[in-house]
C-alpha cells in the first residue's frame, strides 16, 4: 500500500526558508503526478505546487511564484518543496499528494489527487 510521509514543517521567522520532503513508500513513484496543498485554520485547502511524473511540467498558484521551488527526485521516491522568503499569510499546514492516474488532467485542485499524506505543520512569525 502506498503512503506519503511529509517532514520538514517547524516554526520560522518572516524572511527564513524551510524545506519540506514527502516521501512515497510502495508504488511506481515516478509515475505519478505531484503536488502540494496547504490548509490555514478556518479556509479550504489550497493548491500551491505541482509537478508532472515526467517534471517537464510545473505550477505553482500565483502567491508563491519565485519564493517556491517544488522539485522531485525518482531515485529517492521524494518529492519537495523548497520555501524562501516566507511569509506570514504561508502559515498553514502543508500536504503533498499524489495523483496515480494515467491520463493529464489538471494537477492544482485537490480532486485530481487520490492520496494524501498527514500533513506537516509551518508557522511563519512576524
Known amino acids: 500500500q502506498v503512503q506519503l510521509v511529509e517532514s520538514g514543517g517547524g516554526l520560522v521567522q518572516a524572511g527564513g526558508s524551510l524545506r519540506l520532503s514527502c516521501v512515497a513508500s510502495g508504488g511506481t513513484f515516478s509515475r505519478y503526478n505531484m503536488g502540494w496543498f496547504r490548509q490555514a485554520p478556518g479556509k479550504e485547502r489550497e493548491f500551491v505546487a505541482a509537478?508532472?511524473?515526467?517534471?517537464?511540467?510545473?505550477y505553482y498558484t500565483d502567491s508563491v511564484k519565485g519564493r517556491f521551488t517544488i522539485s522531485r527526485d525518482n531515485a529517492k521516491n521524494t518529492v519537495y518543496l523548497q520555501m524562501n522568503s516566507l511569509k506570514p499569510e504561508d502559515t498553514a499546514v502543508y500536504y503533498c499528494?499524489?495523483?496515480?492516474?494515467?491520463?493529464?488532467?489538471?494537477?492544482?485542485?485537490?480532486?485530481?489527487?487520490?492520496?494524501w499524506g498527514q500533513g506537516t505543520q509551518v508557522t511563519v512569525s512576524s
Open positions: 509537478i508532472r511524473r515526467s517534471a517537464g511540467w510545473i
Open positions: 499528494a499524489a495523483d496515480r492516474s494515467i491520463g493529464g488532467g489538471t494537477v492544482v485542485v485537490p480532486h485530481a489527487y487520490d492520496l
